[in-house]
């Protein structure tokens, strides 16, 4: 069993240290597990020394944010060399994009009538993600008789749900920022050695996009995380047809947070056998 997409606290939205989330993969008996932290390989070193200790495979990743035909996409690195100058570069120049957008940010959400303190949305580090901006909103009591987000308070997933709907880019209250290219991070990642495959599809697509995903494929998207919490079980099955009829691999994966996403439990994911690992391993060395 293996669990492809998971976050450490190198994401500005995770929780949990790499020696912890090796712990919670061994409790949960995974033989395998990959790092993707947003556009940060800052924790992989670590995780996979606490990897070996433990028994453990981790794989080298990222999760890179793209923007293709204004869509919001997130591609995965998977086996990418951590190391690789280009890799380190193109993080340093997201991170310190990141952080110079935190006060626009800030200042489109409170233009937009919410109330939030600088400090809620640096809580989980110095490079908060969009739901750190929405948690922050709904953590502060001046917001409690905000209309908007009473229609969103008894959902689940509620600040996630509402970070999508209007924070993330391309959303009405983003404070936009530098975000690369699809064909950009897709060469990134092969030219670093890595296999690139695309994020939870549905979160930002839907169905009748695979026009989209075919022009990623020309681009040299090598796979699509088929299986995934983002996906319904008929997301999933589309995905998955997409994938064998296209020739690519279809990976699977939980996005593990953390407190960030409480729903979300490591591991959880379907058709997570050892096999995606093998395939993944095999278009590695094959290109």
């Given at each position: 069993m293996v669990d492809l997409h998971i976050h450490t606290a190198a994401s500005g939205d995770g929780e949990y240290s790499p020696q912890e989330i090796v712990k919670l993969a061994k409790t949960n008996q995974l033989q395998a597990i990959?790092?993707?932290?947003?556009?940060?390989?800052?924790?992989?070193?670590?995780?996979?020394y606490w990897g070996k200790n433990c028994?453990?495979?981790?794989?080298?990743?990222c999760e890179f944010s793209t923007i293709y035909k204004e869509?919001?996409?997130?591609?995965?690195?998977y086996f990418i060399d951590y190391t690789h100058p280009d890799i380190t570069h193109?993080?340093?120049?997201?991170?310190?994009?990141?952080?110079e957008n935190i006060d626009a940010q800030i200042a489109r959400l409170r233009e937009a009538g919410f109330y939030l303190d600088k400090e809620k949305v640096l809580e989980n580090g110095p490079q908060p993600m969009p739901i750190c901006y929405s948690q922050a909103i709904f953590l502060d009591d001046r917001n409690t008789h905000n209309r908007l987000l009473n229609q969103y308070r008894f959902q689940d997933n509620h600040i996630l749900q509402?970070?999508?709907?209007w924070i993330?880019?391309?959303?009405?209250?983003?404070?936009?920022?530098?975000?690369?290219?699809v064909q950009d991070v897709i060469r990134l990642i092969v030219q670093s050695g890595g296999v690139p495959v695309l994020a939870h599809p549905a979160a930002t697509l839907s169905i009748s996009d695979d026009s989209l995903l075919r022009d990623l494929l020309e681009f040299?998207?090598?796979?699509?995380?088929?299986?995934?919490?983002?996906?319904?079980k008929e997301q999933e099955d589309h995905y998955f047809q997409f994938c064998r009829k296209s020739g690519i691999i279809a990976t699977c994966g939980s996005d593990f947070h953390g407190k960030s996403k409480p729903h979300i439990r490591i591991g959880?994911?379907?058709?997570?056998?050892?096999?995606?690992?093998?395939?993944l391993k095999w278009l590695n060395c094959g290109k």
């Open positions: 990959a790092i993707t932290d947003h556009d940060t390989v800052y924790n992989v070193e670590e995780a996979i028994g453990i495979e981790v794989i080298p990743g869509k919001w996409l997130h591609v995965l690195g193109w993080c340093d120049i997201i991170e310190k994009g990141r952080k509402f970070c999508i709907d993330v880019t391309g959303r009405p209250y983003n404070a936009p920022r530098y975000i690369p290219g040299g998207l090598m796979g699509i995380e088929a299986f995934t919490t983002w996906h319904t959880q994911v379907r058709n997570n056998s050892y096999e995606v690992v093998e395939l």
